[in-house]
């Protein structure tokens, strides 16, 4: 029977940082090269799952130790991607992006195995700007994000990462098991926003699809009908101002599009009447006069109707009563 081969992943010991952990649960998700087999016993087939990859992570500063790591991130002061070193703490440091960000270990492992794990150059760039430059600035000490109210401070994957900290006692082993167990949780979060990311770029592929086909129809450009839920960026297309779709409870819903505004991320191009603000059932039902009206938001971005006529009955109120203000 063929041994499987071990393959090792050295990082620095002691105190953890997202950086370290993430980029060591990017090499987990890389190496981790499932096997499927089927095994029919008595008339059941059964899917046996393994791994063809025995990974062996070890955290020690010992030069001679990590001279011998097949992988070695966040220690050992080199960056040389063909030789799978990825440390940033070398003089100079290990290069900065386009947009001036340094890489820290995660970015330097994410900038040669990104595209190769999420198969697509798209997903992998995105992946980049909403999690993985921002670990790789906050480890190198740059402050990313400001608090707009004093004495309080956003609570990010970096705190969250660092928190886990306090669970490893002072025995090297207990702390290497803590480790462990931060880099399941970095290696969840990192798979979710890989499937994220990817089912953005096919929501956007499919929103293309739909409203193109609508406006070869000639129907009203301004409005967008989906058959559910996706998220989209309308950016390159300009008459859009609301879009309806088909809840998961079964009811249908409408909400101004994003103008994927930098300064507010809650402004959309068109709002519902200020008077439907907050109303629900029979009184929503009373303000709009559609008989299946359920819920209109505080915002007046989002309403809820029990059918698809309803949302758009209650969308044409909205583009008959004239632009509305923002919140």
């Not at 989209?232 to 809840?247: I, Q």
């Amino acid at each position: 029977m063929k041994k499987n081969k071990t393959i090792s992943i050295i990082t620095h010991n002691g105190i953890f940082h997202a950086d370290d952990v993430f980029a060591v649960a990017t090499l987990r998700i890389l190496l981790e090269k499932k096997v499927f087999k089927n095994i029919e016993k008595g008339g059941i087939t059964k899917t046996i799952v393994s791994s063809d990859t025995n990974i062996k992570i070890i955290r020690t500063r010992d030069e001679e130790i990590i001279n011998t790591g097949d992988y070695v991130v966040d220690v050992g002061y080199q960056y040389n991607a063909n030789k799978e070193r990825f440390d940033h703490h070398q003089k100079g440091g290990a290069g900065k992006r386009e947009n001036s960000i340094p890489y820290a270990s995660f970015g330097l492992v994410w900038k040669k195995y990104g595209k190769k794990i999420t198969g697509s150059e798209k997903v992998a760039e995105a992946i980049d700007k909403v999690l993985i430059a921002y670990i790789d600035a906050t480890d190198n000490g740059i402050v990313f994000t400001k608090s707009i109210f004093e004495g309080y401070e956003p609570y990010t994957v970096f705190n969250v990462i660092s928190a886990m900290n306090i669970l490893a006692k002072n025995d090297p082993v207990d702390s290497d098991k803590v480790f462990l167990k931060a880099v399941e949780v970095a290696q969840e979060i990192l798979q979710c926003e890989i499937q994220k990311r990817k089912k953005k770029v096919n929501d956007q592929k499919n929103f293309e699809k739909i409203y193109a086909k609508q406006i070869s129809k000639g129907e009203d450009p301004r409005v967008i009908v989906l058959p559910t839920h996706i998220s989209f960026s309308a950016k390159h297309f300009l008459e859009p101002l609301f879009v309806v779709y088909k809840r998961s409870d079964g009811g249908w819903a409408a909400e101004g599009i994003d103008t994927e505004s930098t300064k507010d991320p809650f402004e959309r191009r068109a709002y519902f009447p200020k008077s439907w603000a907050g109303k629900t059932d029979g009184e929503i039902v009373k303000e709009s006069g559609v008989v299946d009206a359920v819920f209109c938001h505080n915002g007046t971005h989002f309403i809820a109707a029990k059918s698809k006529k309803g949302a758009l009955d209650m969308v044409k109120i909205a583009l008959d009563s004239g632009p509305q203000k923002p919140r």
